[in-house]
C-alpha cells in the first residue's frame, strides 16, 4: 500500500522568503502522479501543483516548483516570496496511475508566513 | 480549473435525524466522485468512492449502512449521513474526477455538520 509522509506539522517562514514543505512517499508502483494541496481555514482544498512520476523536469506553477527526487522518493514543495495569503495547511498526496484515481494525502503541514 | 459545489455549506441537525449533502460537478461530467471526512487540523480520510450507475465502493471501516452514498448521474453524487449522531460531526469534502489519470480531482468547498 502507498504511503505519503510529512514530517512537519508547522512551519514558519517571513514574508518574501522561501520555504519548503517536505514530502515523501513510499510505492512500489512505477508509475504514479504527486500532487499538493492548500487548504486555507475556509477548507476548500485548492489544487496548486502536479508531477508525474516518468516527467523528467520538475514541475512548476507560478511561485510553486516541486522538488521531485525519485530515488529519494520525495517530492518536496518549494513557495518562492512567500506572501501572507499563503498562510494555510498544505497536503502531499499521490495517485497511482492503475488505482482508480484514488488519492492518498500526507497529514499536512501548518504553514504561518509571518511579517 | 474545473468546479465542484457541494450543499449545504453547513448544517446543524438533532441527533437521529438524516442528513443529505450534495455534490456537483458544473463544467464537466465526473466519471467518479469520492467523499472525504476531516477532522480539526487531520488530514483527508477517503470514505467512498462513487462511480456513476454503480454502486459506491466504501473504504475499510466506513459503515455503508451509516453513509449512504448515491451518484444518480455524471453531474451529482450526494452522501446521506443516517440517523447522525454528534460523533459524525464532522466536515465533510467531495471531489470529482473526469478520469484522466494526470487529471487532478476537483474539489467541493466542505459541508461543515454539527449533529447536537
Known amino acids: 500500500a502507498q504511503k505519503i509522509t510529512q514530517t512537519q506539522p508547522g512551519m514558519f517562514v517571513q514574508e518574501k522568503e522561501a520555504v519548503t514543505l517536505d514530502c515523501t512517499y513510499d510505492t512500489s508502483d512505477q508509475s504514479y502522479g504527486l500532487f499538493w494541496y492548500k487548504q486555507p481555514s475556509s477548507g476548500e482544498m485548492i489544487f496548486l501543483i502536479y508531477?508525474?512520476?516518468?516527467?523528467?523536469q520538475n514541475a512548476t506553477e507560478g511561485r510553486y516548483s516541486l522538488n521531485f527526487q525519485k530515488a529519494r522518493k520525495s517530492a518536496n514543495l518549494v513557495i518562492s516570496a512567500s506572501q501572507l495569503g499563503d498562510s494555510a495547511m498544505y497536503f502531499c498526496a499521490m495517485k497511482l496511475t492503475g488505482g482508480g484515481n484514488k488519492l492518498t494525502f500526507g497529514t499536512g503541514t501548518q504553514l504561518k508566513v509571518e511579517l | 480549473g474545473a468546479v465542484v459545489s457541494q450543499h449545504p455549506s453547513r448544517v446543524i441537525c438533532k441527533s437521529g435525524t438524516s442528513v443529505k449533502i450534495e455534490c456537483r460537478s458544473l463544467d464537466f461530467q465526473a466519471t467518479t466522485m469520492f467523499w472525504y471526512r476531516q477532522f480539526p487540523k487531520k488530514s483527508l480520510m477517503l470514505m467512498a468512492t462513487s462511480n456513476e450507475g454503480s454502486k459506491a465502493t466504501y473504504e475499510q471501516g466506513v459503515e455503508k449502512d451509516k453513509f449512504l452514498i448515491n451518484h444518480a448521474s455524471l453531474t451529482l453524487s450526494t452522501l446521506t449521513v443516517t440517523s447522525a449522531h454528534p460523533e459524525d460531526s464532522s466536515f465533510y469534502i467531495c471531489?470529482?474526477?473526469?478520469?484522466?489519470?494526470?487529471?487532478?480531482?476537483?474539489f467541493g468547498p466542505g459541508t461543515r455538520l454539527l449533529v447536537l
Open positions: 508531477q508525474g512520476s516518468y516527467d523528467e
Open positions: 471531489s470529482a474526477t473526469p478520469g484522466l489519470a494526470k487529471e487532478t480531482q476537483y
